[in-house]
RNA sequence: UGGGGAGUCGCCAAGUGGUAAGGCAACGGACUUUGACUCCGUCAUUCGUAGGUUCGAUCCCUACCUCCCCAGCCA
């Protein structure tokens, strides 16, 4: 569904990423910007992703450049094809068509022979220590790491011993390839980082042609460079690695020079940002799946009735910078509501009903009345509703005790019937319980909505749904998923889980909406913007995603 | 106590030698057939701290403080 995007940004913010492309077109060190977001297929991409998204296509865009959308598929043990399917559905989804879907996986004889090349040029060397031992020799934060046994073999006892390692006839973990770099460096990525590992593990696209895998840290600069990408932007936790990406670039020989750069990954409060995270929601079945209203994921976030220009406009608006930060999730929150403002049918729907039964309007009479759409856009035009007898309203619009400063229905206050009447309090019903079942009032008839009566004012107007016309519809409403933010809205730590993250109302909604209006997102009158859950909703009961209330000054719900 | 980054309003974020943009949030007030929207107004004499250079510093120098990242055969 195409939305209209009425956040109108005036001139694009800058960032420091756009001023280097912008000298580096300057002084003619690249002819075209080439940007592209790498993704692993191991997961769904979640609003974070879609920061990095729109940064990079926005870029290319506004360059006239060309961004790739690249699967970075060097772990068989994590990846799969139903990630990668997801993955392209969000990225379309959020509006942008990339230039060229690639995979590293296609790269991997290339890599292979760039590999052999560094062995050939005594850069390169197969390390038979274990992990542990690995591990044991890198050194600390402190104290430089020592040389590998292995690594001053002869070329040549390198070229076999990799051949034979791509041949299947070691088994995992027995050798790996090791950069010949710096042991002693103070970056522990140059202490000699592993190039290749052995994995005798199918590849869910490369299948079972290979049995070893290129790391990440040799792997990304070389997908880069063979795609001719020239600006690599990924996040700041890779800022000392890129001493060894330009190793690699260098040291592989690689005819076209990409330069890696970094920016802060986005953090909202409320909420978790992390696949690993996610993931265990999943699959722990806290949530629905990798769809769930309630999950910050693209899929997440499309269920519930976000639309793809509030998550861009948000992405441009939060800045692209290299400082650590935690933003407001309202910020988001502001711009769906102005993404919907003008687009989304303003309709009634009665959450929590009240029966009010309206003493002097005449049994079994119907009317209809006139309503807008959108009084803010007439260009979604009218509708009928029905009035009748019987109406129900929300719980919250009525008190028999109210604090000073309520402005809704009273046994002494009389309040409008959005598009309707004005009515009066005449008499309270209560239930074996004690509590209010019904409440009986009287209409004034000279107060029909458009007549122009001006007799007298009432503060409050409340919403309402014709009793006998009704039609019932469930309404979900979210809370964040975990109870307390952790210290810095990190992903550690033990949180506990929100018990009240999902609620459902059942309610009223106007029968005619679901006939007539092809919209599936509607505002409902004071509450907020509702949209049609895609896998619960039906036709016989329709299901209503909250996507975000309105903002107010007085809790309504 | 190694290396790499970052510290500007409650939250993001511009500015980088000439005297603190913008957005979100918040708070007043007007308007209101959504306690919404809209409108109008308020919201950093101050840029982590302390010195120094300068006619002038958030921007330069020095020292210090705080936070984040790095010791996966993950990305």
């Known amino acids: 569904m195409d939305r209209v995007n009425v956040i109108t940004t005036n001139g694009a913010a800058s960032n420091y990423i756009k001023k280097i492309i912008e000298e580096d077109l300057r002084e003619g060190r690249v002819a ?34 060309r961004t790739h959308l690249r699967f970075d598929d060097t772990n068989p043990l994590k990846e799969d094809e139903e990630y990668a399917r997801a993955i392209e559905e969000d990225v379309r989804w959020l509006g942008y068509a990339w230039d060229r879907l690639c995979y590293a996986s296609d790269y991997y004889e290339e890599m292979f ?62 050798k790996v390839l090791r950069a010949k770099i710096d042991m002693a460096s103070p970056n522990i990525n140059l202490r000699d980082p592993i190039l290749y590992r052995i994995a005798h593990a199918p590849h869910y696209r490369a299948k079972n042609a290979w049995c070893i895998y ?40 690689m005819p076209t020079v990409p330069h890696q750069y970094e920016f802060a990954r986005l953090n909202m409060t409320n909420t978790v940002m992390s696949k690993r995270n996610l993931k265990a929601l999943v699959e722990q079945g806290v949530v629905d799946g990798w769809d769930d209203p309630r999950m910050p994921t693209i899929a997440g976030l499309r269920r519930k009735g976000y639309t793809p220009g509030a998550i861009r406009t948000f992405a441009r608006e939060v800045g692209v910078a290299k ?75 009525f008190m028999e005790n109210p604090p000073p400063k309520y402005f809704r229905l009273t046994p002494g206050q009389e309040v409008r019937l ?21 409440v009986h009032c009287t209409y004034d008839p000279e107060t029909k909505s458009g007549s122009g009566f001006t007799g007298r004012k009432v503060k409050g107007t409340i919403h309402w749904v014709c009793a006998r016309e009704a039609r019932a519809a469930t309404f979900q ?22 018990p009240n993250s999902l609620t459902q109302w059942i309610g009223y909604i106007e029968a005619q909406m679901v006939k007539e209006n092809a919209a599936s997102t509607y ?20 299901v209503f995603n909250r996507v975000v209330s309105l903002k107010s000054s007085y809790e309504v719900l």
């Open 32 to 65: 075209e910007v080439v940007t592209r977001f790498p993704p692993e297929p191991n997961g769904y991409l979640h609003i974070g992703h879609a920061k990095s998204i729109c940064l990079n296509f926005d870029l290319a865009n506004e360059f006239g450049g």
């Open 113 to 174: 022979e760039r590999a052999k090349l560094l062995i050939r040029k005594g850069l390169a060397y197969v390390c038979e220590l274990s992990g542990e031992e690995i591990r044991a020799t890198r050194g600390t934060l402190t104290e430089p790491g020592t040389p590998s046994p292995f690594r001053n073999r002869s070329a040549e006892e390198n070229l076999d011993q990799f051949e034979r390692m791509r041949c299947g006839e070691f088994a995992d973990g027995a």
């Open 214 to 253: 290129p790391m990440y840290d040799y792997a990304h600069p070389l997908e880069d460079a063979i795609e001719g990408v020239t600006h690599s932007i990924c996040t700041l936790e890779f800022e000392d690695h890129r001493p060894l990406y330009d190793w690699v670039i260098r040291a592989c020989e």
């Open 323 to 397: 400082s650590n930060s935690m933003v407001d999730e309202r910020m988001l929150e502001y711009f769906v509501r102005e993404d919907l403002k003008l687009v989304a049918p303003r309709t009634m729907a009665v959450l929590r009903p009240l029966r009010v039964v309206i003493l002097n309007y005449p049994e079994g009479q119907l009317e209809w009345l006139e309503a807008e759409n959108n009084s803010e856009n007439p260009e979604l035009g009218v509708r009928q509703i029905p009035f009748g007898r019987e109406i129900w309203i929300e719980q919250d619009d």
């Open 418 to 438: 959005k598009h309707a009447y004005f009515i009066r309090c005449e008499k309270v019903i209560y239930d074996a319980a004690g509590k209010v079942s019904e």
């Open 477 to 498: 409403l979210f809370e964040p998923i975990y109870l307390t933010e952790s210290e810095n809205g990190g992903d550690d730590g033990e949180r506990l889980l929100n």
């Open 523 to 542: 505002q409902f009158f004071r509450h907020g913007y509702f949209h049609e859950d895609s896998m619960l909703s039906t036709w016989s009961h329709p």
